[in-house]
């Protein structure tokens, strides 16, 4: 049985309203808490652009006997509150979030894991100094998992992406309905047991007071993905070559967000940065199987 989080809190985080005293509109943030709250060892998971903080409740679980470790629902996902405009939904405001929760909560050094987008919110923290604050520097990150993204993204895995999360957001007249729907979407997670398939639809949605079901997804996330697309791409290459903490970066072996040739060259300089290849997985591994799981513990403690 997938275990539950013990603890969930929120965190008030700015937004495009918040003045820079921190007065004025803020938005709460979800955090589901695991393991010890005293403990110094820290561990963020972040998820990707459409998912929320319970798809880390497995390896949260696994790594609790080390860590106190803290999955954040993204503003717009989850349990957290939307922000008010599409074009909130953006990496910068993600990051200033995480360094409002880490701010909070005191924290000065943390492991990071973070899949797809929050692959892409770690990157920021870990090698771009300009978007840490005094509070929070950038090297407060130990150690970097980054799981199938990287400084270079694949066109044609945007695209695919754009046409499931700029869809005018589905009801369904039950959970079965909702869950059957969703096949398509995470078949590229890889082999999973029912159980997991549920324990993802089933965190990722509820019921309306109107008897209909829905996804836990601001739809306005699909509005600013698309925008997006029309923007000439930012070159993330500096950022990644920047990064020089320890640095695991995974890769679905069938991904089509993160290709072999954009792994390759991200790893060209190993100092600190090594991959690994996750079997009969796309985009993105889901991070609950055993021996993925040992890995990254393996590398954590290391």
Same mark, same amino acid.
């Given at each position: ?68 470790? $803290? ?15 599409? @074009? ?6 993600? *990051? ?5 929760? $880490? ?16 692959? /892409?919110?770690?990157?920021? $923290? ?31 895995? #945007? ?5 499931? *999360?700029?869809? &005018? ?8 309905? /909702? ?10 997670? @890889? ?34 993905? *698309?925008?997006?697309?029309? /923007?000439?791409?930012?070159? #993330? ?30 790893? &060209?300089?190993? /100092? ?9 997985? @796309?985009?993105?591994?889901? $991070? ?15």
């Amino acid at each position: 049985m997938i275990p539950k989080p013990p603890r969930k809190f929120h965190v008030d985080v700015p937004t495009a309203a918040t003045g820079a005293d921190g007065s004025g509109s803020t938005r709460r943030m979800a955090v589901h808490d695991w393991g010890e709250i005293t403990n110094p060892n820290v561990l963020v998971c972040v998820h990707g652009l459409s998912r929320n903080g319970r798809d880390f409740d497995v390896i949260a679980d696994a790594l609790s006997d080390r860590y106190r470790v $803290l999955c954040p629902d993204v503003i717009g996902r989850g349990e957290s509150d939307w922000y008010a405009t599409a @074009g909130e939904y953006a990496i910068p405001n993600y *990051v200033a979030a995480m360094l409002k929760m $880490l701010a909070d909560l005191g924290i000065q050094q943390y492991d990071w894991i973070g899949t797809s987008m929050g692959g /892409l919110i770690g990157m920021a $923290l870990a090698g771009s100094p300009s978007l840490a604050n005094a509070s929070m520097p950038s090297s407060g990150m130990r150690k970097f998992v980054i799981n199938d993204v990287g400084p270079e993204i694949e066109r044609a895995a #945007l695209e695919r992406i754009a046409m499931y *999360v700029s869809a &005018r957001a589905p009801t369904f007249p039950d959970y079965l309905s /909702l869950f059957n729907a969703a096949q398509i979407a995470i078949a590229p997670f @890889g082999p999973l047991t029912d159980e997991q398939k549920h324990h993802i639809i089933a965190t990722s949605c509820h019921k309306r007071e109107d008897g209909q079901w829905e996804f836990k997804t601001d739809p306005k996330i699909g509005e600013a993905f *698309v925008a997006g697309l029309k /923007l000439q791409p930012v070159d #993330l290459w500096p950022i990644w070559d920047s990064v020089s903490i320890p640095t695991l970066v995974l890769r679905g072996v069938h991904s089509d967000l993160l290709s072999q040739s954009t792994l390759n060259k991200m790893i &060209r300089s190993p /100092l600190n940065k090594r991959a690994l290849t996750v079997e009969d997985t @796309g985009h993105a591994p889901m $991070l609950m199987d055993a021996p993925t799981i040992a890995e990254i513990r393996a590398f954590l403690l290391s």
